[in-house]
DNA sequence: TTGAGATTCATGTTATAACAGGTATATTTC
DNA sequence: GAAATATACCTGTTATAACATGAATCTCAA
């Protein structure tokens, strides 16, 4: 019995090794799950990455965060944190402003149309979330977390 | 205690659904594993999509494939599967040739190049693979296999 | 306090992704 | 068999990713 990954990519042979699924498995996952994050933000005009940076900045409060610290919190990594934010600052959603005590650093914030929009995004994106995950028993999801914990961990 | 993923993004707060962290573990992991696999195939001069093309036409075999059926192939979507293979044209890893009976279809092949940059590359990215998947036990691999299955299915 | 090195960010450039639209060929429908 | 529709691909354009380099600022040691 052909496995599901392996009809979805309409693969004629099966998989050689367990461990090579598992593998192409997580990349395929991620990009269903990337492009179906991207469609949900598209009517707020938002992509993941720019709504990540909101939320991390929304955690940050009123302090804010330099755009290091920000690419570091990033799920992605994200090669060129500076012009993202020159993006969202063009969309008015994250302010910045270099810092006095060290003049290197620049400190994003996130605006009141930045709160706002991560607030109109949000619930829309939990749903969609909890609909993806409620199928897995709690023990799975355990399960799941330390298993990819392990994979990134060996590196 | 903070969860490991809660560390590697220096989130302060943990999770509030077992469901987030999970989901985030899975973007935060295809990330790094394909940094780590891109980088693994730079010095045969080769993205992990374009490795991932010339193993599906690999698997073709003297048939070939047209652009379409390569796009439904491949892990992660590519919207523009045509310049794509313009490009491994142009580095004489692929033949592209339009087809005689519906001349809709241009059909695709590996050239001997190709193949033999396949044959170099494989190795050194199944090592690299087989040492990150090692550490799990066959049964975590089977069901971290199926989690994802149900996780991709709930679309 | 000054010079070496580190840190942070900006900028230039090229390649690729993403999106929209157009063209040629097949297929279907009437 | 002609028109409408569908399919497969190409092309143009813009935005973003990716990479390399440079400039400004800070830190620390001598």
Redesign the pocket.
Known sequence: MPSRLQDEIKQSRPFERPGDEALLSILRTASVL??SL??LL?PFGL?M??YNVLRILQGAGSAG???????ERLV????????????MTELALVS?K???????????RITAKGRRLLAKATPALEEAEGGRMDRLSDRSVKALIEALELIREAS
């Open positions: 990337e492009y991207n469609e598209r992509t990455t720019q965060l330099c755009g290091r610290e920000i690419g992605s990594r994200v090669p060129d944190v500076s012009r993202l934010l020159d993006r910045k270099r810092d006095a005590a060290d003049q290197r650093h620049v400190t994003s």
